[in-house]
């Protein structure tokens, strides 16, 4: 019989490097939302920052960095937040690590839902297009969520297959009606993007409480979502009562990427790179999991969204496409490194 | 004789088929008592409702004197622990962190660590023989090794009962003994209440204090193996033909199989 090492589990281990970490990534979110109020098709100094911030004069320099970059340094933050948060989520919920806000649909979802409110309300504002999005994606993780559950138990694979299903019927129809309807793909094109160009700070301000009490709501379930990494009988014997933290879940989910989809439109791929390298930096543990996810995430898309004003300079690319290039090459060194 | 857990008249039904009908038995305290019969009996239905993991049409279940139906989720999990049938966990958890989940239970929000949940966990893996492996992957232990650490987390849940579903279904001869062997000890050095589902009849007779034979739903006979196991009541239960010798070793009964007694049905086989 080996003898026990005594140290190792006293006390949760993980406090001290952490905590280090956690600030580094936090010092550089600063950074970056720094560097997204400077740079751009112009450069802006320190100071000419600093006084359109604190002393707003109405000069061109100063407009361009309180409504043009201003909303987008805050915004890009909170949605790569939401969704590295919301992933995490769903990747534990569905034991399924490429399960995310993109494949389980939820974007679709809501693309679908602001091509019908535009269509058929005739909604054109974007505040209004935003409500219609959240509402889709809400509605699509129930609808997602509720047929797997009805369909025997959540299980990872059945979770993933109609989340597929849907996603792609929701995707052909947005294409079919886009291809009749060409005015209406003109006003939604810079939506389905995904970005967070021309958006206004009171957008971000509305989203910030459901981003707010998503992820309080997230982490507050970290401990179940832990125990939820295990199979179904294991959760249920160790006392996690498996209905009230799914559903609980799901709403903190629906929050989140409602609330994501809702500022910037579908931003691809940041929910399901997001977790990986949260768990590749942080280990499995959901406290720590969900903070480092909304830390990374927030880093990915405010990067995405500096580089995004360069890729093809002068003009802006989507930063859903940054994301979705970038994530999909990440993903693959991922599982990759984790196949060897 | 003191009872850990008793069960009255319960009748458990998956849509219209029963899977439990009108079951009495009682557990008795700091034993190892295992459920055995045929497949399809109900012996894992009956573990999972004894943990409540089904809700029953009606009867009930005392821990105690204290009906469980009335006890909070955490409350029962404090009480009484289960290792599920092919538990399954993330390959790339670590022992460690596994070990760790069974302190759920004893954890609130307000309170999410203590130095008792350390030391349930260091003691949990000493005991089982897994401290080496400690912040191993799941994903690169042995199936022995793998179950072992099951049991680790099932122990540090501290519960007085632990109910085990078929805990050596697919482990070689080696770790069916060495793992039977490790629960054995939990059992008599720490005094918990053990509930085992076998279908091996044999390690059923050599591990059990009491045996429970099930059939079809409902309790055929319960006992100490030894005045419980003949060839007529292994007929009945199992529909095998058999003789029943003293196993030289353990002086255990010891069941040789000669012939399906009921050609004309055979259970499903599942193993």
Redesign the interface.
């Known amino acids: ?6 140290t ?5 281990p993980w406090r001290i490097g952490q905590r280090a970490l956690f600030l580094l990534l936090g010092a550089s979110l600063l950074v970056l939302m720094y560097l997204s109020l400077a740079l751009g098709y112009r450069l802006y100094a320190p100071t000419e920052i600093w006084g359109a911030l604190t002393a707003f004069d109405g000069s061109e320099t100063d407009v361009v960095i309180r409504d043009l970059r201003l909303p987008r340094a805050l915004m890009a933050p909170m949605v790569g937040a939401a969704l590295g948060i919301a992933g995490v989520l769903v990747q534990t919920l569905a034991r399924n690590r490429i399960a995310s806000p993109d494949t389980l649909g939820l974007n679709a979802g809501a693309a679908f839902a602001v091509v019908m409110a535009s269509g058929i309300f005739g909604v054109a504002s974007l505040p209004g297009l935003s409500v219609a999005a959240a509402a889709g994606a809400l509605g699509t993780s129930f609808i997602v969520f509720g047929l797997a559950a009805a369909a025997g138990g959540i299980s990872p694979l059945r979770i993933v297959l109609v989340g597929v299903t849907f996603a792609g019927l929701f995707d052909s129809f947005v294409n079919v009606v886009l291809t009749v309807n060409e005015t209406m793909l003109d006003q939604l094109l810079f939506w389905l993007a995904g970005s967070f160009a021309d958006r206004k700070i009171e957008l971000a301000l509305n989203g910030l409480p459901f981003v707010l009490v998503g992820g309080v709501l997230a982490f ?1 379930l970290a ?2 979502l ?2 939820l ?3 179904d ?2 959760a ?6 498996l209905g009230v933290v799914r559903g609980l879940s799901f709403v903190s989910v629906a929050l989140l990427s409602g609330a994501a989809v809702a500022m910037a439109g579908p931003v691809l791929f940041v929910g399901l790179v997001v977790p990986h390298a949260a ?1 590749a930096l942080v ?3 959901h406290r720590l999991q969900i903070v480092a996810a909304a830390l990374v995430g927030a880093l990915y898309t405010t990067l995405a969204d500096i580089v995004a004003r360069f890729v093809i300079y002068p003009r802006e690319a989507p930063v859903g496409a940054i994301t979705a290039i970038v994530g999909g090459c990440l993903l693959l060194v991922l599982l990759r490194r ?1 196949a060897a | 004789m003191d009872k850990a857990i008793s069960v009255r008249a319960l009748t458990v039904a998956y849509g219209a088929t029963t899977a439990l009908d009108s079951v009495d038995l009682g557990i008795p305290k700091g034993k190892i008592t295992v459920l055995a019969g045929p497949n399809g009996c109900g012996k894992s239905t009956l573990l999972r409702a004894i943990r409540r993991l089904h809700q029953p049409k009606s009867g009930d279940i005392h821990l105690g004197d204290v009906p469980i139906s009335g006890l909070k989720e955490k409350e029962l999990a404090r009480h009484i622990g289960l290792l599920a049938q092919n538990p399954s966990a993330p390959d790339d958890m670590s022992v460690e962190e596994l070990v760790r989940l069974g302190r759920y239970p004893h954890q609130t929000m307000l309170q999410p660590w203590s130095a008792a949940d350390g030391e349930a966990i260091q003691a949990a893996m000493f005991g089982t023989g897994v401290s080496h492996l400690a912040d191993r992957r799941l994903g690169s232990l042995s199936g022995g090794q793998l179950q072992r650490v099951w049991i680790a987390m099932v122990l540090a849940q501290e519960t007085d009962v632990i109910c085990l579903d078929e805990p050596v279904n697919h482990l070689d001869m080696a770790h069916q003994i060495d793992c039977l062997d490790l629960v054995t000890r939990l059992n008599r050095e720490h005094g918990r209440t053990v509930v085992l589902v076998l279908h091996d009849l044999n390690l059923a007779a050599r591990y059990a204090d009491r045996l429970v034979f099930m059939k079809g739903g409902g309790l055929v006979a319960e006992g100490e193996p030894d005045t419980l196991m003949s060839e007529a009541l292994i007929e009945d239960v199992f529909g095998i033909s058999c003789r029943v010798i003293v196993d030289p070793v353990h002086q255990r009964p010891l069941c040789i199989p000669i012939r399906n007694s009921t050609p004309r049905f055979r259970p499903e086989q599942t193993a």
């Open positions: 019989m080996p003898l026990a090492s005594s190792t589990s006293n006390r949760a507050s401990r179940s832990d125990i990494q295990t199979d009988s294991t249920r014997g160790l006392g996690v009562p768990r280990g499995l543990d984790r």
